[in-house]
């Protein structure tokens, strides 16, 4: 069975990277949103198995969608990964303390970051 995977990233180029990265895992049907603000108009959308977030967006920031989606009854089991240049150990902790289960920073390999959603969604 499918899973669906958003990903969230403001950077159409990164934002393809990760779809591609993902893609070659298998059977899984990828949503993009380029802002935090489309991504909360998708989630609605569909039963989504993974979010990945970039932090640094205009309008609604990364950390602001982990906040939004770990505290909301209906979103609130969907594990995120935040993939983000931001390399502080502060923000690190800030973001798998709001609910993230993992913290990916850029640049990365393609094989890291499919090592981490296969450990979070199977």
Do not use: C, W
């Amino acid at each position: 069975m499918s899973k669906n995977i958003l990903i969230i990233e403001d950077s159409s180029t990164m934002r393809s990277m990760i779809a591609a990265i993902i893609e070659e895992m298998g059977d899984l049907v990828i949503t993009e949103a380029a802002s935090g603000f489309e991504a909360l108009k998708a989630l609605p959308t569909r039963n989504f198995d993974l979010i990945i977030t970039d932090i640094n967006m205009p309008d609604i920031n990364g950390l602001e969608i982990v906040n939004f989606v770990k505290n909301h009854p209906n979103y609130k089991n969907i594990p995120l990964i935040i993939v983000t240049t931001e390399r502080s150990e502060e923000d690190r902790k800030k973001g798998l303390a709001l609910g993230a289960a993992d913290y990916v920073t850029k640049p990365f390999k393609p094989e890291d970051l499919q090592k981490v959603v296969r450990r979070i969604i199977g």
